[in-house]
């Protein structure tokens, strides 16, 4: 909540004379904050031996013109016994995300024997932050971004003209193969998808030329950017996903 409403509830909350001052409690919170963040990190006594690290980002944007959008890096790391850290860090600010990282991990007990597991978009950036961080074997792709290109792919897929019966016989093959593909990722056969991807393609041919201004114009030309960005997304992580 803004500090202005928190120094409210915590005036009515206190039974001290106190968070009258937004600028105050601001104040109070960010020297707190800097102590947090540059204090070690409280190992457990046990070591973890694996532990799962999730890292995602996201923007908030501002409601004023001209004012700048924050990227925020947000994540969590968690043992197989249920222990769970969360971290947060605005990009391009004072916060060291990859000092956060590490130290979150040791937290929970990280050590030199520690499987570490990672989860992300597969976005080079956060990759990158990863690897910083000591993580560095390939990430398992996030299923909610995956899950969003293969429903692209599917949208194409069911406006493709069939105008000609070679498109028809074409688009019957390319409905088809897309299902198969979401179900081999889904099956965790990466290698399999890419078989579905380069059938797809053998048959694309059937729709070049296609200039029509409505949805099956354009359909070929959104198939064939889904399915790029499927394959992207796929070899960004290869045998992980």
Request: charged share 25%; with cysteine; proline share 4%.
């Amino acid at each position: 909540m803004p500090y202005r409403v928190a120094a409210d509830v915590m005036q009515h909350l206190l039974p001290i004379d106190a968070g009258k001052s937004p600028e105050t409690l601001r104040s109070h919170t960010l020297q707190v904050g800097k102590r947090l963040g540059d204090a070690a990190a409280e190992k457990p006594p046990t070591a973890a031996a694996a532990i799962t690290v999730t890292l995602d980002s996201t923007f908030i944007r501002s409601r004023e013109d001209g004012e700048r959008h924050l990227e925020v890096r947000v994540g969590n790391v968690e043992t197989e016994t249920g222990s769970r850290q969360v971290f947060a860090a605005v990009a391009k600010a004072e916060t060291d995300i990859t000092a956060l990282i590490q130290r979150t991990l040791e937290s929970v007990g990280r050590s030199d024997t520690t499987a570490v597991t990672a989860f992300t978009d597969g976005c080079p950036g956060l990759r990158a932050v990863l690897a910083s961080a000591g993580v560095t074997k390939p990430p398992i792709l996030d299923w909610f971004h995956i899950a969003m290109r293969l429903q692209h792919t599917k949208l194409a897929a069911a406006n493709l003209s069939t105008d000609s019966p070679d498109r028809v016989i074409a688009k019957a093959v390319i409905v088809a193969e897309v299902e198969r593909l979401h179900w081999r990722i889904w099956s965790g056969k990466a290698k399999n998808a890419q078989r579905s991807i380069k059938r797809i393609r053998t048959v694309m041919h059937v729709f070049k030329g296609k200039q029509s201004q409505g949805a099956r114009g354009v359909a070929s030309r959104k198939l064939w950017h889904a399915l790029h960005a499927v394959d992207k997304y796929l070899n960004v992580c290869p045998g992980r996903s």
